[in-house]
């Protein structure tokens, strides 16, 4: 199955660059440069830290893999302020401005070789950006890889309605819906659910009675639309979400659904990079980690998700804790009054 999963994404990959890309960039040229080196930069993206769990899933298993002889693995926070982010701009627009500029400074100041948007919400957005016509690297969206585990689901429980959870953004575009009904599936099949508010209080507490609230809140709100006793499973399609699966396994057995399938496209999302004919390559990967961020990241998050983090890798967690501000490293120039609660 995971063979399928990371063919799957890697096609779909660059199907959407060919679809999206005024000018013609040869992606599967660009990634096969890429494997190329022995000596590797990956930048892993999000608007907020959720895609920490993406860069601690590079950190623990790219050493012993040997596909690079170095690999540099920088998260680059995308949040653009501490009072708000993507999901409270009104205009998308303004969120694709924004994000292009955080783009152009992650290739400017750090040379990737890869780029990985470990964020739904920003791999929804990518394709509209400037940047994505022009990009000279492979970039990777997580979309693909929520999509392909959800289609996967769906071939093991043909019947079943997926609920798939995710930022108001990710949920406006419909983009895992769209996709799906692509590959065959009735859009009876796929209840939208919008979590407002839950990567932020996930980052204060994964485990806090405010979190465990909201997730109760969504899963009801979801369950609401759907038959009784009929058959489901869920998707976690925002990057933070899996922090707290438990809290949602919780919730789900409340609702009467104890055994329920919970998917976290996390750690699927790089699964390309350990295909078989790359691994050994060298006796082993020197892997370095580092974090840096436009805005402060407060005792209160780190002490929150470093942990959590830490159980995959303790390189990416006190990458975490001792994290580089600097409120210069895009220039994200905005109306504030457009910033919402």
Known sequence: MKIK????VILLVLAMATIFCDKKIDSEALMMEMFNKKNVKIVVTDSGLGGMSVAADLAARLPKSGVFQNAEIIF??????NKSGYNSLDSEDEKIRIFDIALNSMKNKYHPDLLLIA???LSVLYDKTPFSKIADLPVIGI???GVDLIHEQFNNTPQATAIIFATKTTVASQYHKKMLIDRGIDESQIVLQACHKLAGSIERGADSPETAELIRKYVNQAMSTIDADHSIFASLNCTHYGYSIEQFR????EAGYPEVTIID????MADFLFDEKYLHRYQETKVSVKVVSKVSISDEKKDSLAPLIQKTSFAAAEALRNYRYDADLFDAKFDTTQLKD
Do not use: G, M
């Open 119 to 121: 964020c739904n919400t």
């Open 143 to 145: 979309v693909a890889t």
């Open 265 to 268: 496209p996390n750690p699927e």
């Open 250 to 253: 919780v919730s789900f057995a």
């Open 5 to 8: 999963i990371i063919t799957n």
């Open 76 to 81: 680059f926070n995308s949040l653009f302020h």
